[in-house]
């Protein structure tokens, strides 16, 4: 059993990881209109990969006997200045995520639920990688600055990211 304030912010964070996905796929939207199909293959397989968080926490609440809600997914933005833009946007929102696992944390150890926060130490260090990954490519974008060759070769790298087991 989870308490029903657990039980809603375990919802809400269900909500917010497919939010994730979707404002990443809207991402690879972006890349593919200008043609860096690297770039969004690296947006699609980000977006894979909270959509499958999101379903840790559907799982979870279901072994907990706790029901799922699932809640409209807000509009995520649909254009950004530049790929600059876009990736700085990754490591905001990031940040944003994982000040949103911190206040999961806070709450299940508030509420003495020792399992709850068991299973959110997984994205607790997750986040950690999540964060690290944004800065790498954030920097590597940054450094390509105007350089058109830099940043073919860099879009040439993204086009082989694939699900890794390291990152399930
Ligand atoms: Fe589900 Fe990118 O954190």
Redesign the pocket.
């Known amino acids: 059993m989870v308490s029903e304030n657990m039980e809603k912010a375990l919802n809400a964070q269900l909500n917010a990881?497919v939010y994730?996905g979707y404002l990443y796929l809207s991402m690879a939207t972006y890349f593919e209109d200008t043609d860096l199909y690297g770039f969004a293959n690296w947006m699609r397989v980000q977006a894979e990969e909270?959509l499958e968080?999101g379903m840790k926490f559907y799982d979870y609440i279901i072994r907990r006997g706790a029901k799922v809600t699932l809640e409209a997914i807000e509009k995520p933005q649909i254009e950004w200045d530049s790929p600059l833009a876009a990736f700085e946007h990754v490591l905001s929102h990031?940040q944003t995520?994982t000040g949103l696992i911190n206040d999961l944390v806070d709450l299940a150890i508030s509420e003495k639920d020792h399992a709850t926060n068991n299973f959110l130490q997984w994205f607790v260090e997750?986040?950690v990688e999540?964060e690290e990954n944004a800065m790498e490519i954030l920097a590597k974008v940054k450094l390509a600055g105007d350089s058109r060759e830099i940043f073919y070769a860099l879009n040439e790298e993204f086009a082989t990211r694939t699900r890794g087991a390291s990152e399930e």
């Open positions: 990881e994730s909270e968080h990031e995520v997750e986040q999540e």
